[in-house]
T-cell receptor
Framework: SQTIHQWPATLVQPVGSPLSLECTVE??????LYWYRQAAGRGLQLLFY??????ISSEVPQNLSASRPQDRQFILSSKKLLLSDSGFYLC????????????FGSGTRLTVV | GQQVMQIPQYQHVQEGEDFTTYCNSS?????IQWYKQRPGGHPVFLIQ?????EVKKQKRLTFQFGEAKKNSSLHITATQTTDVGTYFC????????????FGGGTRLMVKP
């Protein structure tokens, strides 16, 4: 069966510090991968998506970046965090045809102080 | 661009009352998906509807896809405290079919 792992679960980082969040998927190959951010009590904002290794599309211009160094690994990064980067970050995967919806990771709650 | 809107944004109900959330898309959708996010948790896929006018049931949850495939609803009969959470609808992005456009969600609170 397919599983998705996301870590860390919580993170408190000072303004201006770097960020690296990792997401890995097991049990499937060539998944579509996504990074979402959710502000407290709000909806899901798509940040990046990837359909293959090295292929990244950005939906929202910001100081975040994403990389996909391996087929089942998706990394969200920042060189310098801003207070506005605080939020709940969710990684998700879907099969190419998307028939079974998105499977989300358990999320990383990031607080920038 | 494509928009998916949900109403209401919040709903408080007494345990045992029914609940309905509505989802409307600015464009025709090939399918509609529904997700549930428990407080502090991550969204979990509930169901996908594909056919015009389709109705699917999962125990006390009834999902409908409109005839024009631009709207959908989720109805919960006799809510329980375990139904608490935010319900999101989502439809494929017209420009990139593997991407979903999510509605803003309806947060359901149930008073015991």
């Amino acid at each position: 069966s397919q599983t998705i792992h996301q870590w860390p679960a919580t993170l408190v980082q000072p303004v201006g510090s770097p960020l690296s969040l990792e997401c890995t998927v097991e049990g499937t190959s060539n998944p579509n991968l996504y990074w979402y951010r959710q502000a407290a009590g709000r909806g899901l904002q798509l940040l990046f998506y990837s359909v293959g290794i090295g292929q990244i599309s950005s939906e929202v211009p910001q100081n975040l970046s994403a990389s996909r160094p391996q087929d089942r690994q998706f990394i969200l990064s920042s060189k310098k965090l801003l207070l506005s980067d605080s939020g709940f970050y969710l990684c998700a995967w879907s099969a190419y045809w998307g028939a079974h919806g998105y499977t989300f990771g358990s999320g990383t709650r990031l607080t920038v102080v | 661009g494509q928009q998916v809107m949900q109403i209401p944004q919040y709903q408080h109900v007494q345990e045992g009352e029914d609940f309905t959330t509505y989802c409307n898309s600015s464009t025709t959708l090939s399918n509609i998906q529904w997700y549930k996010q428990r407080p502090g948790g991550h969204p979990v896929f509930l169901i996908q509807l594909v056919k015009s006018g389709e109705v699917k049931k999962q125990k006390r949850l009834t999902f409908q896809f409109g005839e024009a495939k631009k709207n959908s609803s989720l109805h919960i009969t006799a809510t329980q405290t375990t139904d608490v959470g935010t319900y999101f609808c989502a439809g494929p992005n017209n420009n990139a079919g593997n991407m979903l456009t999510f509605g803003g969600g309806t947060r359901l609170m149930v008073k015991p």
